[in-house]
């Protein structure tokens, strides 16, 4: 039963962030707490109906509260289906942030660290412990309301999506729209729901004077914009967006994120992506552009 039906949500928003060990967990839990979350990390799953039921029950009750899931809880992990069908039963509706990035990066980070992955037993290497860990956390990822890829974010870029992903999600009437500008050789980012293949517009690389530029030179962005498939592609899109965006707001969809993807990375897709966010800030719409592999 939803509060149209008839029924009272709980007075307390849920927040729910975990993913793959190595993917920013602990950095998403200190924005919350920063933006007045009351946060519990490494919360044994079974206890998580428990803990927001206090909150609640809490005079005044607990506005905000975020909740830290790791796989490495292994006897109460796998009680997590139950307990967040506990949550939806008791009416509250949790929302679940799940961090992912590509699996170089966090066997680069563990390495870096010098920490071992903590699913690691003995014989298991970091790259076998990374698949199984996604293995065990497959089904709380198809449930996630947000998936983030922070492959190439850093700790300051991290807090901005995050900060962005819950102030905007505070009110259903706003959603937050990311552009993710990507090249199709080192494969696409995690967490996209459209995905735009710009490949078919004459490419930059092979201009002689263009090729060492980035699609943040106006040089390169004047030659992609003067081509007529660009133009098309940005007429269309826009169309289709047009269409698409009062459809998602309705159904409560509170983020979206589309991915725009050439070659390389570095000169169609990063110069769409920003022509696009102003045709989205021309139609009402806030977005905000991140480049995943502008400096490879």
Known sequence: MNAQDGGALSPTRVIIVTGVSGSGRVSAMRVLEDLGFYCVDNLPVALAPTV?????????PIANVALGIDARERIFFPQWPRALDELERAETRPEIIFLDA?????????????????????????????????????????????????TTLTVHELREVMTAAVMGAADRRQMAIALVSFGYKYGHPVGLDLMLDLRFIPNPFFVAELSALTGLDAPVREYVMAQPEAQGFLARTGE??????????????????????????????????RELRDWLARAGYDAAVRDHDLAR
């Open 102 to 150: 590509s699996d170089d990066v966090l066997a680069r980070r563990y390495s870096e660290s010098r920490r071992p992955h903590p699913l690691a037993e003995t014989g298991l290497s970091v790259a076998d412990s990374i698949r199984r860990e996604r293995l065990a956390l497959a089904e709380i990822r198809e449930r996630a309301t947000r998936v983030i890829d922070t």
């Open 52 to 60: 927001v039921r206090l909150a609640a029950a809490h005079a005044p």
């Open 240 to 273: 289709l967006l047009e269409f698409l965006l009062p459809l998602y707001r309705r159904e409560g969809k509170s983020y979206l994120t589309i991915g725009l993807g050439c070659t390389g990375g570095r000169h169609r897709s990063p110069v769409l992506a």
